[in-house]
RNA sequence: GUGGCUGUAGCUCAGCUGGUUAGAGUAGCGGUUUGUGGUUCCGCUGGUCGUGGGUUCGAACCCCAUCAGCCACCCCA
């Protein structure tokens, strides 16, 4: 260190820091879902943060490279560019010289090249779950952020529509065992694209597209505004009355069977018929998400009862794996927007009173002598398995149940001359401040490892 | 990337049309008091008013730039 000066302490921007407990909350999210993900024989993988750049440009449109996060090359990264580089001042041209690596963007594009540069060593259909940071270059809002955790589960090498069944149950039990309250739309890109033939619109399709996926968006004045819009691209009055005709019929999933193409009609029943008596998954046919890339079902999951976009989304996409090199293998996932699920269940208060982080007893000495004999105590439950801690700070009174509290230990006990000589505890219940009773410690043993277990 | 709003103590915020030494609550630290105790009271610390420039005799306040947060758009695998 030549110089050492002193920095205002920032985070770069788009990024945080995390308090223990609310890492703890995190984690009790990431933990329900790994549990549903495991029970449906999805296995967790890793891939790096750093991916060269060449993996993942090109792959999310213009407005995706643009966010891509750039990683300066080591040592002289200007030294092997040619000057006329310099003068053009192109930026995109100069980047393939100042930088080969990047960090990911997501994690579906590093699971197709994991999936092309692997295929010999994994079973197949894969089904992997990953969880970890990406990076957006994009401009901040709340629960919007340039590091954030994506939560994907995917199936690569299986066209069965039986995938999206699982997966959509996968939705269903996760958020049910999170205690949020959803409701889960599901579409297929190949109707959207059945819908605008049947309405005669051959033309303009992604941008028609475009717009009916703002149909649900205030500033486009619903229905009557985007009609005008639609028009105003040169789309006839009566075609664009077929359109809206089709979007709204009453019994959606009948008019499928009558008017789409039987070969989309077959697909998109052989998923609905099974949620037919489940109220929280809906058909919606003006579902239009990952426009230029979804090419079957799409999903989109919303918490009822708060003003939030979409906590989860996913789709089956025919054509990744092409872009690698390797044989084109179908793949369907489903994400969790870990960040947005963690404010739902903030805002709806549905995160466990205490979320257990190992210890369970905090052991206070009264006074510097005792603290051998008390260490000895919580070592003695720490030896049969029970999480225990002595409480080694200031004195007071005040701090030692701010403590308790700050780290929601469930119970406390104090040990004094009294204690040291009886052997005998007097636990407290830290949270309702009650006095539980007397135990020696081979009964605080049996009652703490019932608990624990 | 485009447009807008905001930035004062760790946190929540006062601070008058520009006026001298920038305040409160809370948290932190120290003490006091209280029946094995989470109470009471007292004191202390803590601020380059986001940052840098400008206007002015004088700037937390006005202007410009910049950074960060938020909101809308774009986008969101």
Redesign the pocket.
């Known amino acids: 260190m030549s110089e050492i000066r002193?920095i205002?302490p920032?985070?770069?921007?788009?990024?945080?820091d995390f308090l223990p407990r609310e890492v703890a909350k995190r984690n009790f999210i990431f933990d329900t879902i790994k549990s549903v993900f495991r029970k449906y024989g999805f296995e967790e993988i890793e891939t790096p943060a750093i991916e060269k750049l060449e993996t993942l440009t090109g792959?999310?449109?213009e407005?995706?490279d643009?966010?891509l996060f750039k990683i300066l090359n080591s040592g002289d990264y200007l030294k092997d560019v040619p000057n006329d580089k310099f003068q053009n001042q192109n930026y995109k041209e100069l980047t393939n010289y100042i930088a080969e690596k990047g960090l990911r963007?997501?994690?579906?594009?590093p699971l197709a090249r994991y999936v092309v540069m692997n295929q010999e060593n994994l079973p197949f259909p894969f089904k992997r779950f990953h969880i970890g940071p990406?990076w957006?270059?994009?401009?901040?809002?709340?629960?919007?952020?340039?590091e954030f955790y994506?939560c994907?589960a995917d199936v690569i090498g299986s066209t069965s529509l039986l995938n999206e069944v699982e997966l959509t149950m996968i939705y269903l039990e996760a958020f049910e065992k999170l205690g949020v309250n959803v409701t889960i739309r599901m579409n297929n890109r190949k109707l959207i694209d059945e819908i605008l033939n049947i309405s005669g619109i051959a033309e303009n399709k992604t941008a028609v597209i475009?717009l009916l996926?703002?149909l649900d968006?205030?500033?486009?004045k619903g229905e009557k505004g985007i009609e005008q819009q639609l028009i105003a691209l040169g789309l006839t009055q009566s075609k664009t009355n077929t359109l809206f005709d089709c979007l709204n019929s009453n019994n959606y999933l009948q008019f499928i069977e009558k008017s789409v193409n039987t070969e989309v009609a077959k697909e998109v029943k052989s998923v609905s018929q099974f949620f037919e008596k489940e109220s929280r998954v809906l058909f919606d046919p003006t579902l239009m998400?990952?426009?230029?890339?979804?090419t079957g079902t799409v999903w989109e999951v919303r918490a009822n009862g708060v003003q939030m976009?979409?906590i989860a989304?996913?789709?089956r996409?025919d054509n990744?794996t092409e872009m690698f090199g390797g044989q084109n293998m179908s793949g369907v996932?489903i994400?969790f927007g870990i960040e947005r699920i963690y404010d739902v269940m903030e805002e709806l208060n549905l995160f466990p009173t205490t979320i257990s982080q190992g210890v369970l007893l905090l052991f206070?000495p009264?006074e510097e002598a005792v603290e051998a004999f008390t260490f000895q105590q919580v070592q003695a439950l720490r030896d049969a398995g029970i999480g225990a801690e002595i409480f080694l700070?200031?004195v007071?009174?005040?701090?030692?149940?701010?403590y308790?509290?700050d780290k929601d230990i469930p119970y406390?006990v104090?040990?004094?001359?009294?204690?040291v000589k009886s052997a005998i505890f007097?636990l407290?219940?830290?949270?309702?401040?009650?006095?539980m009773g007397e135990f020696n410690m081979e009964q605080l043993i049996a009652k703490f490892s019932k608990t624990q277990a």
């Open positions: 002193k205002k920032s985070l770069s921007k788009g990024t945080r792959k999310y449109g407005e995706g643009k966010l963007y997501d994690l579906t594009v990406v957006r270059a994009d401009r901040p809002q709340k629960g919007r952020y340039q994506q994907d475009t996926d703002k968006k205030v500033e486009w998400r990952g426009l230029d890339y979804y976009g979409s989304a996913g789709g996409y990744l996932g994400s206070v009264r700070g200031n007071k009174k005040q701090k030692q149940f701010k308790i509290e406390m104090e040990i004094g001359e009294n204690e007097r407290k219940n830290a949270q309702k401040r009650e006095i």
